[in-house]
């Protein structure tokens, strides 16, 4: 008997090697029983969660991991959960943990809505959160307790607090101005917008003018380095201005007074030369004519005659504010 059951040991085990089986190939258990359907959640991550790990709602398994792949640096976990469970709009899944130190799983959190969750629904990531495990935890405890963000912040205040002292009223004041000075650039947002835009259309002109510019340029580089070659001749220039016009500031208030003498003396001159004009051209005109006629009645050299002019002083009208002479001869 006992031979046999050796025999019939040995016999499978023969079997197995032959077949090349091992453990995993052996399938494992499915946690649910019955119909499932797909239910797919998107997790910011999902570690430490392994394929076939529970899905539970309210305490009870509805369901178990399928697979977990990474799209669009998410991770996308598909579930395959009990047509049993009635699920509504607004579920939830979150990542837990059995205990502290136990192993993940996916906990749903019906929305309790009326109308129900559609199938093969995703739910995304607003709709999908993960619980702190025991490294997130100890992480932030290392922080604590060897200073971290927390030190900085009492760092600063305490910083804030050396900065303050004593000088609350000069703090207070700046923080008035700032205020002023805030309200102000905010009172005056239109026109700093009308400016901006006059700024950018200036600067679509430049550039739409950009080849006129670039040529006006090239041609008015040689004249610039024309005036850099006689920078120096310029400069004496303007000094001999400067010189000049220091001069004339001091010649002319001298001789302002005889100027104006002279101006007021020659104003009756001009006067009584414009009111006999006519009488001056018909004077030169016959000077013209007697110097045309002596020169046809003596063709020599030269010749001799006399010449009487006659003027009456008292036939010239007055000056203006002298009173006028009676009517007489002269010669």
Known sequence: MIARSVTLV??????LCGCGLDLHDVPMPRLVDGPTRTLTAEFESALNLPVESPVKLDGRIVGQVEAIDVVDYRARVRMAVSTAVTLHEGTRAEIRLTSPMGTAFVE?????????LATDAVLGPDATTRAPDVADLLSSLSVVVTGGSFADVKTIVDELNVALGGNA????????????VVT??????ASFDAALDAVDRLSGRLAADAPVLVEAIRAIDPAVRALGDQRADLMRLLDTVHRLAGTGKEVIPALRDDLV????????VLAALTRNRENLNRTMRGLIEFGRR??????G???NFDLTLLLDPQGLDPAPGQPEQPRGGGR
């Open 108 to 116: 749903l959190v019906d929305g309790r809505r009326s109308a129900l």
């Open 294 to 299: 002596t020169d046809a009645a003596s063709p």
């Open 10 to 15: 040995l016999t499978v085990a023969l079997l």
């Open 261 to 268: 003498a002279t101006l007021e003396h020659t104003g009756p």
């Open 184 to 189: 102000d650039l905010n009172a005056h947002t």
């Open 169 to 180: 009223p000069v703090v207070r004041s700046l923080m008035g101005r700032l205020n002023r």
């Open 301 to 303: 050299d030269f010749s």
